[in-house]
């Protein structure tokens, strides 16, 4: 599976998979310019929670798990602790006079309290390889297919008469063998939400493989097999990559308006200010063109309101599962990302028109967020990016044997 391109529509979306491709490029360029600056490279988290649901102590000794955080004295006045906690939330009045308006229990996500937590330097931190593994991983992810994802599991999904063979650590065989609905009886809504989580685990996997360390020699660089062991092998999990990075960019494309209207201070001149907000723009072109899903045909029926409560209450789970990541770099990054996707439900699911003017409601989005929904379609781009190298390199070796 590895040379093949997937074609044709992509499931559950307005969007096909050759529009993704011949836009992808250009999205991660500009994307990975915008990243750059300081107003996106910033990110501040709360590292140091304690895992809710179970006592984790599979803590990684990898000097790779390790992350830098960076002096408060570095970032712009506006943004540290006793500004935040008086910026953050939308006044009392704010919250009453407009419709629509969104209240923190409409968020998917439990955000880090913004008054704790340290800032932390995206760029110098990159999401790659750093030899987390084995149980506490596994339990990670096994909690959030098992307990929060509505029970769903891959062969539920999957169009294969047969799951594809598969070497599973014990800690996980649960969870694939205890689901056997197809997708026919499995209702659209979790469908898309196991395809935010598989896509999102593919996407990772994607990075690790990518930028993957042989442990033997110390050297860096892409991993093929690895690749093809996690994602190549399973297409639908390839194609979920594809469905979030549509999802993200309808996000990206809906709350355009509002983004086109944010301060970006933090380059330290209005030209360099200025500049972020051109990239922003450059970015929010692209996303109305490859950004095609329809979030009306979600969340309508009789039960829509419970199905609703429950998508959001998983996906909480899954933010706060973030927490019992025992590598601190997987944790800052799982954290951006759950964040991210968190914040472009919201923006999909919870906010009306009204409540996406800029100029009605020019509180909606913390930094924090706006911050985490462009790393995260970054890193899906990304994902994307590095799979056609993947398939480049995959092509050199067929031709070398
Ligand atoms: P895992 O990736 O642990 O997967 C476990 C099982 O889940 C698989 O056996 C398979 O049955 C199933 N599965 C795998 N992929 C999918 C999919 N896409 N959809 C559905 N089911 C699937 N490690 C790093 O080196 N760097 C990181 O930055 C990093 N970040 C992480 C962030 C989080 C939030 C978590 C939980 C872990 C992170 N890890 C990271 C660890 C990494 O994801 C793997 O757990 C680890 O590399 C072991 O991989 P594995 O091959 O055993 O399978």
């Not at 006793?82 to 968020?107: A, F, K, V």
């Not at 029970?151 to 063998?177: C, K």
């Not at 209702?187 to 939400?193: A, F, N, Q, T």
């Not at 500049?275 to 009306?296: P, Y």
């Amino acid at each position: 599976h590895c040379q093949q391109v997937p074609t044709g529509p992509i499931e559950t979306t307005l969007c096909d998979f050759e529009t993704v491709e011949s836009y992808n490029d250009e999205l991660y360029t500009q994307l990975h310019d915008l990243v750059q600056t300081p107003f996106f490279k910033y990110y501040r988290a709360d590292l140091y929670r304690e895992c809710p649901f179970w006592q984790e102590n599979g803590y990684c000794m990898n000097r790779e798990c390790a992350i830098t955080t960076v002096d408060e004295s570095e970032i712009p006045p506006s943004w540290r602790a006793s500004e935040l906690s008086r910026l953050e939330l939308p006044s009392e009045d704010l919250r009453n006079t407009i419709p629509g308006c969104y209240y923190r229990d409409s968020d998917f996500c439990f955000l880090d309290d913004l008054s704790e937590g340290d800032y932390v330097d995206l760029t110098a931190n990159p999401e790659r390889f750093t030899g987390y593994t084995g149980p506490s991983a596994h339990r990670v992810w096994a909690s959030i297919y098992e307990e929060n994802c509505f029970g769903i599991s891959e062969w539920a999904l999957s169009s294969a008469p047969n799951p594809a063979p598969v070497t599973l650590p014990d800690s996980m065989t649960g969870v694939l063998r205890s689901e056997g609905a197809d997708s026919s009886r499995t209702c659209l809504e979790k469908r898309v939400y196991y395809k935010i989580i598989s896509g999102l685990h593919a996407s990772i996997s994607t990075h690790i493989c990518y930028e993957f360390m042989n442990q033997t020699t110390g050297e860096w660089s892409p991993n093929l097999e690895c690749f093809i062991n996690r994602v190549a092998a399973y297409p639908e999990r390839l194609q979920y990559i594809y469905f979030d990075l549509v999802l993200l960019t309808r996000a990206v494309a809906r709350i355009g308006p509002y983004l086109s209207a944010y301060d970006y201070c933090g380059t330290g001149t209005h030209k360099g200010d200025d500049d972020t907000l051109n990239q922003v723009k450059n970015v929010i072109g692209i996303a109305q063109t490859v950004g095609k899903f329809d979030e009306t045909v979600l969340f309508r029926g009789e039960n829509a309101a419970i199905l609703k409560e429950e998508f959001k209450q998983h996906f909480r789970n899954v933010t706060r599962i973030m927490d019992c990541v025992g590598c601190d770099k997987c944790r800052l990054w799982g954290k951006v990302q759950t964040s991210g996707v968190g914040t472009a439900l919201k923006i999909l699911f919870e906010l009306d028109e009204k409540a996406l003017d800029p100029h009605l409601n020019s509180n909606l989005l913390s930094r924090s967020e706006v911050v985490a929904l462009i790393n995260t379609l970054h890193r899906l781009s990304e994902s994307l990016y590095f799979v056609n190298e993947f398939r480049k390199i995959w092509a050199e070796t067929a031709q070398s044997e």
